[in-house]
């Protein structure tokens, strides 16, 4: 390996350096900037392509961690590796393990910051709940992880490494000698529905996923990756193209009035403008359908009057609607609807020719559940009063 180039601000900018050390991450870089990386660091430009899909392989096909362990590279090189490059994901702080099998990881970033990743165990697959921010800044009135302000976006590294550390502790990397297809797939799902609007961070999650979904690497379908959205309309056909993964959007009111003290966000892009965007995407991204999620909120939203409207706004649109009994939270202004009314709700969507399934809760004894994240960055609880005013509830 000749000396090295000097490395540029751009390399510098997408693979960030962590803390004391001038060595440089390589996870959650995509192959373009692998292979820059690699070219700054030394690697000679005609060898430069075939680095990266070794390099590749070994950190998302087979979970190594160490460049010595990397036995198809010459000594030397993997030696100078070492020196200039690191292979590091974020760090499981605790590990919950509810009643019913799901895991919550607490997980702590670069400085200091914590997010919360869940992982689902059913009979037909393993789903992976993973954040993208620190906070979230939408403040939707439902939704714990709503009452802890924005602290920043995750890293495309800090991204990919919660599915990462979710194969670590499951033991879900290939066995050596054995061919990654012929493993078991626990985690056979990615959702991006923990922390955070994922496209507030469209870059970083669409770089993220992006590795998910390579080939070469970790190998999930497009198709087994959902990102979910409140609904930043100029955002979601640019998912379409760039991402193509499926979409769910949080939907949860038929009247822009509800709505707007539900998702504040939707002061912004009302739901006529909302719909036109979803009613666009699936020809652009190929997909089948889109999720609506609805919370079911008693006396809020749940009404048999709000099941005909929602039948009638989704019209024309390939659609699902997964009913969610609300998941208290301490200080929640909210209730969960009757169990006779959820389903009474489900049986007009259900007559209108829509999936209607509810879902049911999980993780609920480990705070895991749908809407219950909110990580030790922030751990202060507002009143039920100051949550309900600030959602315009008081009004």
Known sequence: ?????????????????????????????????????LIAGGTPENKA?????????????????????????????????????????????????????????LVRIAGGHEVETVYIPEADRGTLCISSQVGCTLTCSFCHTGTQKLVRNLTAGEIV????????????????GRNPKDETRLISNVVLMG??????????????????????????????????TSGIVPEIARTAEEIGCMLAVSFHATTDEV???????????????????????????????????????????DTDADARRLVKLIQGIPAKINLIPFNEWPGAPYERSDWERIESFADII??????????????????????????????????RAEIAAEAGLNT
Do not use: H
């Open 195 to 228: 922390m955070g609007e994922p496209l507030y961070n469209f870059e970083s999650v669409r770089d993220a996923m992006r590795i998910v979904m390579d080939g070469e690497g970790i190998s999930l379908s497009r198709r087994r990756i959902t990102l979910s």
């Open 259 to 301: 709505r707007d003290k539900l998702v504040p966000i939707n002061r912004k892009y009302k739901i006529a403008e909302l719909l036109d965007a979803l009613r666009a995407y699936p020809k652009l991204s190929n997909s089948e359908r889109i999720t609506f999620e609805y919370v079911m909120l008693k006396d809020v939203n």
């Open 49 to 105: 392509k075939m680095r990266v899909d070794q390099i590749w392989q070994w950190i998302y096909q087979k979970g190594v961690r160490e460049f010595d362990a990397m036995t198809n590279l010459g000594k030397t090189y993997r030696a100078e590796l070492a020196e200039r490059f690191t292979i590091e994901i974020p760090e499981v702080v605790s590990r919950q393990v509810s009643a019913d099998g799901t895991r919550k990881y």
């Open 350 to 383: 259900y007559k209108a020719g829509y999936a209607s399934p509810i879902r049911t809760p999980r993780g609920e004894d480990i705070m895991a559940a749908c809407g219950q994240l909110k990580s030790a960055t922030d751990r202060a609880r507002k009143t």
């Open 161 to 176: 490494g919660q599915v990462m550390l979710a194969r670590d502790d499951l033991g879900e990397w290939p066995e050596p």
């Open 1 to 37: 390996m000749p000396a090295s180039a000097p490395i540029t601000q751009d390399v510098v900018t997408i693979a960030r350096k962590l803390p004391e050390t001038d060595r440089i991450n390589l996870v959650g870089l995509t192959r373009p900037q692998l292979r820059e990386a």
